[in-house]
C-alpha cells in the first residue's frame, strides 16, 4: 500500500460494491457499527484510538489505516496515536511475558522427565 488514502477509498468502494451484492446486511453492520463508534461515555475519538490499537494488534492493516484517519478527523494528536501503538507493543509483548508460569512449570516438571 503505497497511498493510503487511496487504500482507504477502496476499502470504502469495496464495502459499497457489497452493499449492492447484500444491501440489508451492509446496511445492519453500518448501523452497528455506527452506533458503537457514536460519543458516549467515551469520545469517539477515544473509541477510534481503541479500535486503532486492536486493529494494531491483530494486524489489520485497512483498519489501522482507517481508524488511524478517523481518529485524526475526530481530532487525536500524533503523540495520541502513538501513545496507543506503544500501548498495544506492550500488551502483545506482555501476552508473551505473561506465560512465564507456564514456561517455568513446564521446565520444572520436563527436568524430571527428559534426558
Not at 497511498?3 to 446496511?27: C, H, K, L, M, W
Not at 481503541?50 to 489501522?64: H, K, R, T, V, W
Not at 478517523?70 to 500501548?87: D, F, P, R, S
Not at 498495544?88 to 521446565?107: D, P, Y
Amino acid at each position: 500500500m503505497n497511498n493510503y488514502r487511496d487504500a482507504v477509498q477502496d476499502y470504502r468502494q469495496s464495502v459499497g460494491n457489497f452493499e449492492e451484492i447484500s444491501p440489508d446486511f451492509t446496511q445492519a453492520y453500518n448501523d452497528f457499527t455506527g452506533m458503537c463508534f457514536k460519543d458516549g461515555t467515551i469520545s469517539e475519538k477515544d473509541k477510534h484510538l481503541i479500535a486503532l490499537g486492536i486493529s494494531l494488534a491483530s494486524q489489520n492493516e485497512y483498519c489501522i489505516l482507517y481508524h488511524t484517519l478517523e481518529a485524526l478527523h475526530k481530532g487525536a494528536k500524533e503523540q495520541e496515536i502513538y501513545e496507543t501503538l506503544q500501548v498495544t507493543a506492550a500488551l502483545r509483548g506482555g501476552s508473551a511475558f505473561s506465560q512465564i508460569t507456564l514456561v517455568q512449570n513446564a521446565l520444572a516438571e520436563f527436568d524430571n522427565t527428559v534426558h
